[in-house]
């Protein structure tokens, strides 16, 4: 199975803006899952996202958040007005069939000045 | 929202020792309860997993003992390397802990 690949690596962008982070390419999977980890803590569910919609999310993923799937393979979570408090690494993982767990991508580190 | 506690939160151990990193969780319907491996600046690694219904699994130096009555699982690593310095883990069901940050001293 490929790696599951996050572009860019790492984004810095001024508070108020708007991000988008990509979980790219990914075929042939159902289930993807966005994390975050803020520097030195434990990694956060997010929400995740189960044909084309989203099946749980967790109380840190409001309304500032959205994620799609815009053309069928590449994976998007979006920021609408960033804060602070947003900085930190972003991780998509799939979970792939018949595993026991997931498999996460390199990550995007989001830093918001 | 369920919740999955790890202890400890940071372990020392000498090369050649015994590392173990624990895990407790309250919802009994997870299916399979998995460890996770990261490096600085890198993704969690998927790094063994236990199902429900057997007690032990192993691979390589790495064990994982579940106890479900106890509502616990268990990660031990033998032979403690250095390169096994990493921060680990447990995972059920989307849900982490907050991490146990293994130091293994040569």
């Known amino acids: 199975e490929p790696e599951v690949t996050q572009t860019p690596s790492h984004q810095v962008t001024q508070m108020g803006q708007e991000v988008i982070l990509r979980c790219v390419p990914i075929s042939n999977h159902l289930y993807f899952y966005w994390y975050r980890q803020i520097l030195g803590q434990k990694v956060e569910f997010l929400v995740s996202f189960y044909n084309n919609e989203i099946s749980e999310k967790s109380e840190i993923f409001d309304d500032q958040f959205s994620v799609e799937r815009p053309d069928g393979s590449n994976f998007t979570l979006k920021i609408r007005s960033t804060k602070l408090e947003d900085s930190a690494m972003y991780f998509c993982?799939?979970?792939?069939?018949?595993?026991?767990?997931?498999?996460f991508g390199s990550g995007t580190r989001l830093t918001v000045v | 929202q369920q919740q999955v506690k790890q202890s400890p939160q940071s372990l020392i151990v000498q090369k050649g020792g015994i590392s173990i990193i624990n895990c407790a969780y309250e919802n009994t319907a997870f299916d399979y309860f998995p460890w996770y491996q990261q490096f600085p600046g890198k993704g969690p690694a998927l790094l063994i997993a236990?199902?429900?219904?057997?007690s032990e699994k192993k691979e390589g130096r790495f064990t994982i003992s579940f106890n479900k009555s106890a509502k616990q699982f268990s990660l031990h690593i033998m032979d403690s390397q250095p390169g096994d310095s990493a921060t680990y883990f447990c995972?059920?069901?989307?849900?982490f802990g907050a991490g146990t940050r293994l130091t293994v001293k040569p």
């Open positions: 993982a799939r979970e792939d069939k018949g595993a026991e767990g997931y498999t």
């Open positions: 236990i199902r429900p219904d057997v």
């Open positions: 995972g059920p069901d989307m849900r």
